[in-house]
């Protein structure tokens, strides 16, 4: 079975601090895509970053930075110097590659407050 | 840049009734689904569509759920009998190809009293 779990339900922090959420993952597939998608107060869902399992490289775009580590399942993401506009629930997502399905599972979410 | 666009961005309607709630895909997309978040919860999928055909669905997408692409632009969910426990917010999403990423439309919330 396929499974996300972002155990850190809420967040708060003040503007310009580094913030790390945290997303595990289970799957039995050797091979899958992760996702970080952003639902701001406004509720669409904007796309962040895909990351195939079969590339560890770590990614930075920005302020924004995701740590990928198969032996521990987990893909987490950074934000540094968090801003108020940061503020958002965002979503960590598995999906399987290749096969019959295509479908995205997502963990429930962390909902990072960044005050000012 | 282009974009996956919802219609309506509220709706609400009576228990019982039927609902068409409807999606534009990204123009040279393939892929399409429709996911729901129950508010304060995960998105969940419901189902996915290629091809003019259903490729997969979840049980929460049961025989009240329908979906069309009735012509080469939109998609359509439609619940025929809409129960209190419907009300979500409903997620549009499309990719062009099934190993790159989904891009979701603002969603459409639904109300049912």
């Known amino acids: 079975a396929q499974k996300v779990t972002q155990a850190q339900t809420e967040i708060s922090v003040v503007e310009k601090e580094d913030v790390t959420l945290d997303c595990v993952y289970e799957?039995?597939?050797?091979?899958?895509?992760l996702f970080w998608y952003k639902q701001p107060p406004s509720g669409e869902l904007v796309f962040l970053i895909r990351?195939?399992?079969?590339?560890?490289q770590n990614e930075i775009s920005g302020r924004y930075s995701w740590n990928f580590q198969k032996s521990t399942s987990s893909f987490n993401f950074t934000i540094t110097a968090s801003q108020v506009v940061d503020s958002a629930v965002y979503f960590c997502?598995?999906?399987?590659?290749?096969?019959?399905?295509?479908?995205?599972?997502f963990g429930t979410g962390t909902l990072l407050a960044v005050q000012p | 840049e282009p974009e996956v666009t919802q219609t309506p961005s509220h709706q609400v309607t009576q228990m019982g009734q039927e609902v068409i709630l409807r999606c534009v895909p990204i123009?040279?997309?393939?892929?399409f689904y429709w996911y729901r978040q129950i508010l304060g919860q995960k998105v969940e999928f419901l189902v996915s569509?290629?091809?003019?055909?259903?490729?997969?669905k979840s049980e929460i997408f049961d025989d009240q759920f329908s979906v069309e692409r009735p012509d080469g632009s939109n998609f359509t969910l439609k619940i025929r009998s809409t129960k209190l426990e419907d009300s979500a917010m409903y997620f549009c999403?499309?990719?062009?190809?099934?190993?790159?990423?989904?891009?979701f439309g603002q969603g459409t919330r639904l109300t049912v009293v």
């Open positions: 997502a598995l999906r399987r590659y290749g096969g019959a399905t295509n479908k995205l599972i």
């Open positions: 799957t039995r597939d050797t091979t899958y895509y």
């Open positions: 990351r195939n399992s079969f590339d560890e």
């Open positions: 123009s040279n997309h393939l892929y």
């Open positions: 569509f290629y091809n003019n055909e259903i490729s997969e």
């Open positions: 999403a499309s990719n062009s190809d099934r190993n790159t990423e989904a891009f």
